[in-house]
Every structure is written in C-alpha cells, then in structure tokens.
C-alpha cells in the first residue's frame, strides 16, 4: 500500500505526515527536535501488518513553525493526528524524546492509548539519563570533534550559532549514536535550532510529576533498549521500576537506533505488546485510512 499525505489542523499551523499499510493503528513519535523522516527505516519494519502513521511535530518543517512548545501542545497535537485518521485508540511508538512524549500520552490520555513501545528513551527518573548520553557522545569523538562540538554548543547558548554551525556539530555526533561508529546510516537529521529551548526546559522541569504519577499508570508498555547506546541503560530501567504494567527488552550491541544495528528487534517488541494487550482491546480503531488525507477541523 502507498504512503498516503496526511495535512491536520492544529494550534498556529498545519501538522504534515504520512500514513501507511493496513491493520491495527500504530502512531509514531519522533525523537528531537530533529526531523521525522529518520523514522522511516523503523515504520518499514511494521510494514506489512500495522497501519502506521507519523508526523512532524510543529517547530520544523513541513510543519508549523508556530508555538507554544510546550507538552500541553504536544499532547494536543497528537490527539488531533489520531482524530484526523479516525483512530479512536492506537499502540504509540516513542524513539529518544518521542519515547518521553509517549510516556506523557499515557499519563495525560490513557483512555487513547492501547499500548505503548518505548525505544531507547529519554527517561522520566532525575534527568532522564541526558547527562550520561552527553557525556558518553562526547566521549566518543576524537579530541578535535570534542573540542568543536563543545565551541558550538557555547556559540548556541550566547545565540551566535549559524544553521552551518549546527549542522557541522550534528554531523560530528551522528556516529556517536551507534554502536560501531565505522557502520552508521546515512545522516538523517535536521534540526529545529533554539526553538524548541522552552520544551526541552520543561521536559525537565516536569520530571518529578511525571515519575510520580507513572507509578499508577495501568497503560501497558514495552521498553526496548540498545546495550551500546549513549543513552544508559538506566534510562529504561529506572523507568520501568516506577510503572506497574511495563517490561524491558535489551537488544545486545544495538545503539540509540536499535532497528538499524539489530533489524526486527523493534518489531518484535511490538508484537509482543500486541499479543499482551489483545486484539479485543482495539474496539473500532482498527481503520488504517484517515477519514481523508487532509483534516480541517
């Protein structure tokens, strides 16, 4: 089946993405603020047997640019996707941060959620594993790599980095996110520059609320995490320990972008958190087309 466009009013703009295949509704939520399209290698891994949808959330093109950045929005925006396709529930599938907004969806709108697959997340205990995932990217750059991703990330906090500046940095870092460094994808991210600053402050701003109120969190989820990964291990773990409904798949000598090192892995997680939620759980949300490809609500 085509990948069909998908155009949904929200807040301030048009959220742009694609929806695919048939089967029960799978939503995925990208890491960021980079680019949705690095997803794409991990929505053909559900393919055939889902329908699976994406979109990229407001901040960067082709979606809005408009505020607020803030999870309220988030939230909001992606109830609008599921409501543009007529899904009334959906499995989501969060990657990086897209797995701390999945988190969020699940404290925030569980009555929308059937289950819930988190790959190699920012966490939801201290600061969600963020500063180990620095420290150990930068420890995986030669010293001269270190050396200019830490000039610009001081250019970026006095507001004197250039879009040039921010791609030769992400550039630099992109190996640090696999295992082998030698065997990496393509370089897939564009970034959203300093917009996203009053989210990012939020998400951590928000940590203690959203550890507390996990611990009653009946949604049932499925962790899944690279061993080689700059984000540390605990990320999931401690996450996991706080939820009552949740199990953690450890995926040997993958990175942060499990499916490319160790393809499969992903989706057979999501098949398991399929067979623990049933099918009978879906109800009327098994229609894989949107309503149309474009919703003006």
């Known amino acids: 089946m085509d990948r069909m466009p998908l155009r949904v009013q929200a807040a301030g703009g048009d959220l742009v993405g694609w929806v695919e295949g048939s089967g029960l509704p799978v939503l995925l939520l990208h890491g960021g603020p980079v680019g949705y399209e690095y997803l794409d290698g991990l929505a053909a891994e559900f393919l055939p047997g889902f329908a699976v949808a994406a979109y990229q959330h407001r901040g960067l093109t ?29 499995y989501v599938v969060g990657h990086s941060l897209g797995g701390y907004y999945a988190l969020q969806l699940c404290r925030r709108v569980p009555d929308r959620i059937l289950g819930a ?7 939801a205990v201290g600061d969600g594993g963020m500063e180990v995932f620095w420290a ?6 030669s010293v001269a790599g ?5 000039e610009v990330e001081r250019l970026e906090e006095s507001g004197t980095a250039t879009a040039a500046d921010d791609d030769e940095a ?9 295992a082998d460094s030698n065997h990496t994808s393509p370089f897939a991210l564009r970034t959203a520059g300093p917009t996203h600053e009053p989210i990012q402050a939020e998400v951590f701003r928000d940590m203690p609320m959203l550890e507390q109120s996990l611990a009653t969190c009946a949604t049932r989820m499925r962790f899944v995490h690279g061993t080689r990964s700059p984000m540390p291990i605990s990320a999931s773990t401690d996450t996991v320990a706080l939820l009552p409904n949740a199990e953690l798949d450890l995926v040997d000598g993958a990175g942060h972008f499990v499916w490319f090192e ?3 892995s992903v989706r057979a997680a999501l098949d398991r958190l399929v067979a623990e939620t049933g099918p009978d759980n ?8 949107p309503r149309r490809a474009e919703s003006r609500r």
Not at 136 to 141: F, K, M, P
Not at 146 to 150: F, G, K, N, S
């Open 282 to 289: 879906v109800g009327g949300a098994t229609s894989p087309q």
């Open 62 to 90: 082709p979606s809005t640019l408009s505020g607020p950045y803030d999870m309220e929005t988030e939230a909001t925006d992606a109830m609008a996707v599921l409501d543009a396709l007529g899904w009334d529930r959906a």
């Open 117 to 123: 697959l988190i790959v190699d997340p920012l966490g």
């Open 146 to 150: 270190r050396q200019r991703v830490e």
């Open 170 to 178: 992400s550039r630099l870092i992109w190996p640090t996110y696999f």
């Open 262 to 264: 160790r393809p499969g």
């Open 136 to 141: 150990t990217q930068l420890g995986r750059l």
